[in-house]
């Protein structure tokens, strides 16, 4: 099979776009979207031509022209507002289409977030002479309590620990993909055994605090960083690769309180072959999958962890598959400024 006259990769090959992921794990579903867009596309121009006489080739060649810059601007009300051009952007070109979005970088102001505290904890921790790594290559154990201690508080140590004390890095997932996601974004290093602060991560604390660290972060954490590392399910990049849908979302409802729910049929509405990658066991459908791996990876592990939204458990003492009520919190409109005229609200946001 081709696809605008390449050759498409198996599921398990290197994807096309090389970024070094297997094709199932990065394009593929952004390729599949593509596909039944096209074919829609082809459908209504076929439709279009029916029972017209043209002069000439220019003359078809230009109704040609005027009816697919009417379907490439008109809004799909699964993309709540945007149209197929404006999607396309988002997910091919998030950080490029200054036009549509822009990012801040550095920040206004010292931002408030569960990765910038953790980041900030282990800085000084590291300090200027470094903190040495275990044989495994991770944080020492005493340093992993000490942060969780500090950060936690008593009383969420104390929970925290319930399930299982933290002997290593990995006991505790939000410092060991704090430090992973550090590493990857170039902010601190290892050197002869030992953590280091990089050059460039000191230079930014010193020019503009963490202020300049969080954008650092955020593209790391995007880009570098496996949103599917640890959480079971499938490996599909497509959560991670729509990021910026996600933050539109929450840009037109994120001012009120609406449920996590609200945020996964979005997704689904604007995506629906994702639901082709989950596969029926005896305790989930593909649609309760998808659902929780949304809401586990967009929700909780980027828009949460980056202090994008306030994320209220509606059942504290429930572990797996909680529902939350979720609004944008201040940091939301630091961070990402949208510049889109939603069609049919009048408005520029």
């Known amino acids: 099979m081709s696809m605008g006259g390449k050759k498409i990769p198996g599921r ?37 031509l029916e ?29 709540h507002g ?6 396309h952007k988002i997910l091919h070109f998030p950080f490029t289409s200054t036009s549509m979005v822009t990012f801040a970088d550095p920040l206004a102001g010292e931002p408030s977030a569960p990765i910038i505290s953790l980041f900030s904890m282990l800085a000084e921790a590291i300090g200027e002479k470094g903190l040495k790594s275990t044989a495994k290559g991770n944080l020492p154990r005493n340093t992993c ?17 319930h399930f299982g ?7 505790w997932y ?22 280091i602060l990089s050059r460039d991560c000191r230079k930014i604390l010193a020019d503009n605090g963490t202020a300049g660290i969080y954008p650092r972060l955020f593209r790391g954490y995007i880009e570098k960083f496996n949103w599917g590392y640890w959480d079971g399910y499938p490996e599909n990049h497509f959560y991670q690769g729509s990021f910026l849908f996600t933050l539109y979302l929450l840009y037109l409802y994120g001012s009120q309180e609406l449920p996590n729910s609200f945020y996964e049929d979005a997704f689904i509405e604007a995506f629906p072959m994702i639901l082709d990658d989950f596969e029926e066991t005896d305790y989930s459908t593909p649609d309760e999958s998808v ?9 909780e592990g980027f828009s949460s962890l ?17 529902s939350y009520t979720i609004t944008t919190t201040p940091l939301f409109n630091e961070v990402v400024r949208f510049k889109i005229a939603t069609q049919g609200s009048g408005v520029v946001h």
């Not at 942060?147 to 929970?159: C, H, N, R, T, V």
């Not at 659902?291 to 929700?299: G, I, P, Q, S």
């Open 51 to 79: 029972g017209e006489n043209f002069g000439s080739l220019d003359e078809m060649q230009s109704l040609i022209d005027r009816k697919m810059e009417s379907i490439n601007t008109r809004a799909v009300d699964a993309f």
């Open 165 to 171: 004390k933290i002997n290593s890095e990995a006991d």
């Open 82 to 87: 945007l149209n197929p051009e404006q999607m």
């Open 306 to 322: 980056f202090g994008l939204i306030n994320l209220i458990a509606n059942e504290p003492e429930k572990i797996i598959g909680r």
């Open 291 to 299: 659902r929780r791996c949304y809401t586990l990876r967009a929700l």
């Open 145 to 161: 309590r000490q942060i969780a201690q500090d950060y936690l508080g008593e009383e969420g140590y104390e929970k925290q620990i």
């Open 12 to 48: 398990n090959d290197p994807c096309h776009c090389g970024s070094g992921k297997k094709y199932k794990q990065c394009c593929l579903h952004r390729d599949e979207e593509a596909q039944q867009q096209g074919a829609t596309v082809m459908d209504e121009l076929n439709e279009s």
């Open 174 to 195: 939000l410092l060991h993909v704090t430090r992973l996601v550090a590493e990857l974004s170039g902010l601190i290093r290892k050197y002869k055994g030992r953590f």
